[in-house]
T-cell receptor
Framework: DAKTTQPNSMESNEEEPVHLPCNHSTISGTDYIHWYRQLPSQGPEYVIHGLTSNVNNRMASLAIAEDRKSSTLILHRATLRDAAVYYCIYSDGLTFGKGTHLIIQP | NAGVTQTPKFQVLKTGQSMTLQCAQDMNHEYMSWYRQDPGMGLRLIHYSVGAGITDQGEVPNGYNVSRSTTEDFPLRLLSAAPSQTSVYFC??????????????FGSGTQLSVL
C-alpha cells in the first residue's frame, strides 16, 4: 500500500498561514497527491490534488517538491473552522494514515 | 444533490447479530468503497467495487460481505457481529476506479457499537 508520513499534530493561530507537510518518498511518476480533511464527527472531504506543478483552489494551495517526494498543503489564512484532521494520500487512495490533527488557536 | 447517503447513522448490536449498512450515491459513480475508522486511527479499507457486479477486498475484509447489484448501491453486511467491529463506518465513491485524478466523496458515517 502507498504510504505517506505526516506529523501527528500541528498548532497555528487564527488568521495566520498554515503549512502542513507530507512525505511520500515511494511515490511513482503517475501518482497524484491528494489531500482530504475530516472535521469532527464528519466524513472526510476533498481539499485539493495535484501531480507535478503547484495547485490552487478556493480552499488551499498545494506545493509539490520538484522530486515529488514531499508536498505541502497551505492554508493561507486559517480560521477556527479549519481545525480538522488532514490526510495526505496518493496512488489508489486505498490507505489513509492517521493524518495531521490541526489545532487553531483564536 | 444528495451525494453519498449512509443509513443508519447509529446502530447498536449484540454479539452474533447480523445487519446491513446501507450506502447509496446519486452521482453515477463507478467506484464505491467502505472504510472503517477506529478511535484515533486513520481510515482502513474494507471492500471496494469498481462497477456493478464487481467487488474486491481491501485491507481489513474479514467479517464483512459486500455486493454491488446496481451502480447506485453498495451495502456492507456484518454476518455475525463481534465487539471488534465496533467502529465508525464510512462509504465513499468516485467517478472511476482509480482515484488517481478523481476525488473521493464520503458519506457522513455510521457509528456502530457491538455489545
Amino acid at each position: 500500500d502507498a504510504k505517506t508520513t505526516q506529523p501527528n499534530s500541528m498548532e497555528s493561530n487564527e488568521e495566520e498561514p498554515v503549512h502542513l507537510p507530507c512525505n511520500h518518498s515511494t511515490i511513482s511518476g503517475t501518482d497524484y497527491i491528494h489531500w482530504y480533511r475530516q472535521l469532527p464527527s464528519q466524513g472526510p472531504e476533498y481539499v485539493i490534488h495535484g501531480l507535478t506543478s503547484n495547485v490552487n483552489n478556493r480552499m488551499a494551495s498545494l506545493a509539490i517538491a520538484e522530486d515529488r517526494k514531499s508536498s505541502t498543503l497551505i492554508l493561507h489564512r486559517a480560521t477556527l473552522r479549519d481545525a480538522a484532521v488532514y490526510y495526505c494520500i496518493y496512488s489508489d487512495g486505498l490507505t489513509f494514515g492517521k493524518g495531521t490533527h490541526l489545532i487553531i488557536q483564536p | 444533490n444528495a451525494g453519498v447517503t449512509q443509513t443508519p447513522k447509529f446502530q447498536v448490536l449484540k454479539t452474533g447479530q447480523s445487519m446491513t449498512l446501507q450506502c447509496a450515491q446519486d452521482m453515477n459513480h463507478e467506484y464505491m468503497s467502505w472504510y472503517r475508522q477506529d478511535p484515533g486511527m486513520g481510515l482502513r479499507l474494507i471492500h471496494y467495487s469498481v462497477g456493478a457486479g464487481i467487488t474486491d477486498q481491501g485491507e481489513v475484509p474479514n467479517g464483512y460481505n459486500v455486493s454491488r447489484s446496481t451502480t447506485e448501491d453498495f451495502p456492507l453486511r456484518l454476518l455475525s457481529a463481534a465487539p471488534s467491529q465496533t467502529s465508525v463506518y464510512f462509504c465513499a465513491s468516485s467517478y472511476s476506479m482509480r482515484v488517481a485524478n478523481e476525488k473521493l466523496f464520503f458519506g457522513s458515517g455510521t457509528q456502530l457499537s457491538v455489545l
